[in-house]
Structures are given as C-alpha cells and as structure tokens.
C-alpha cells in the first residue's frame, strides 16, 4: 500500500504531508525544495515523482509511506501497486491566485489569465473524477481544503480511519495553521 496525497498544485497538499508526518506516517520526500514565503513549513516532495511519466523504479521506496504526487500524474501509477488516495478540492479560484502569487513573488510571470486556468482545472478534475471510480487499485479520500482548515480534529480522524493507521491525530490537527490560509475566495 502506499499512501498518497494528491490535488491541484496549491491545494493544501503540502498541509495534508505535514499533518501525516506529525502524526507518525513515514513520508518519501527528498528536501530538495525548501520552504519559502509561499510555503513557510516546506513542500515535502520527492523530486523523483516528476518522472514517474517515464520512470516508476522509486515507487517500491514509497510504499508504507507517504508521498505527494499532484493530481496529473495519478493515471502515470502503475496498477501493480495498491494506492489510498487523500485528494484535496480546493476553490479553484483560490487555487489560481495562490499559484499567482507564488509564480509572482519567485520573479516569474503568471501566464495565462484565471478564466483559462480555471477552466483548465475544472475539465482536467472532470476527468479525473471520470477515471478514478473505475480504476481498482485506488481508494480515495476527498478533503476540501477549507474544511480541513476550519475544522482539523475531525478530518485527522478521517484521514486515520481511511489509512488504517495509528496515527497521533491530536498531533496531526495542532500542525494546521490557519493564519496560513492566505488566498481565500471573496
């Protein structure tokens, strides 16, 4: 089995890893991407995840731990593995002006504008939503973003019973930090 957390990039993904770690699951990450004013408690990828398209030669490394792949690479997992999914839904509108202002404060330009990204992310999550049922080797959680934030008790006990682990979710709720929900929809 192996754990992943997957969404849209910046959908709270990152939170979800550091809610995991805190509670005692192993997480598969390399440290290569800091922490930064966009995510001050770190990313915790694995950089290893942006070949999987190409090369699935690290995925046994992965199982009994977490690792995040985002949300367009989960059809690139092989079928020979079984995978617990957690996927976060965050407002889409957010999700854009969060990347925004990543893209922005790392000196870079924003392409194109939120109506294209928008509904970009809207067929890409409509096919996913399409493919994922169908596939057997996936089980999958579905976590909106503001309701972990609003209420993190409830849903570090969701993510414990969906993982069959023993998970410290007393620990797991203290790492939210909803000063950190920064890109909020009007």
Same mark, same amino acid.
């Given at each position: 089995?192996?754990?992943?957390? &997957?969404?849209?990039?910046?959908?709270?993904?990152?939170?979800?890893?550091?809610?995991?770690?805190? !509670?005692?699951?192993?997480?598969?990450?390399?440290? +290569?991407?800091?922490?930064?004013?966009?995510?001050?408690?770190? $990313?915790?990828?694995?950089?290893?995840?942006?070949?999987?398209?190409?090369?699935?030669? =690290?995925?046994?490394?992965?199982? !009994?731990?977490?690792?995040? %792949?985002?949300?367009?690479?989960?059809?690139?997992?092989?079928?020979?593995?079984? $995978?617990?999914? %957690?996927?976060?839904?965050?407002?889409?509108?957010?999700?854009?002006?969060?990347?925004?202002?990543? +893209?922005?404060?790392? !000196?870079?330009?924003? !392409?194109?504008?939120?109506?294209?990204?928008?509904?970009?992310?809207?067929?890409? +999550? #409509? #096919?996913?939503?399409? =493919?994922?049922? #169908?596939? *057997?080797?996936?089980?999958?959680?579905?976590?909106? $973003? &503001?309701?972990? %934030?609003?209420?993190?008790?409830? =849903? *570090?006990?969701?993510?414990?019973?969906?993982?069959?682990?023993?998970?410290?979710?007393?620990?797991?709720?203290?790492?939210?930090?909803?000063?950190? $929900?920064?890109?909020?929809?009007?």
């Amino acid at each position: 089995m192996i754990t992943v957390v &997957s969404g849209l990039p910046r959908s709270g993904t990152s939170l979800v890893m550091q809610m995991l770690a805190a !509670g005692g699951h192993p997480i598969l990450c390399d440290e +290569l991407r800091q922490a930064d004013d966009d995510n001050p408690r770190g $990313y915790l990828e694995f950089a290893k995840v942006k070949s999987l398209e190409r090369d699935t030669s =690290w995925l046994p490394e992965a199982e !009994g731990k977490v690792v995040k %792949i985002i949300s367009f690479l989960l059809n690139k997992l092989p079928s020979q593995f079984c $995978y617990r999914v %957690i996927f976060l839904r965050r407002d889409l509108a957010e999700v854009v002006q969060s990347q925004e202002k990543m +893209l922005l404060n790392n !000196g870079r330009p924003s !392409g194109p504008g939120s109506e294209v990204m928008v509904s970009h992310f809207t067929r890409h +999550l #409509q #096919q996913l939503d399409n =493919w994922l049922p #169908q596939q *057997s080797h996936f089980q999958v959680l579905n976590c909106s $973003y &503001s309701d972990l %934030i609003r209420d993190p008790a409830v =849903w *570090s006990e969701a993510f414990r019973d969906f993982l069959e682990l023993d998970l410290d979710v007393e620990r797991m709720a203290k790492a939210v930090c909803p000063e950190l $929900y920064r890109q909020r929809a009007r």
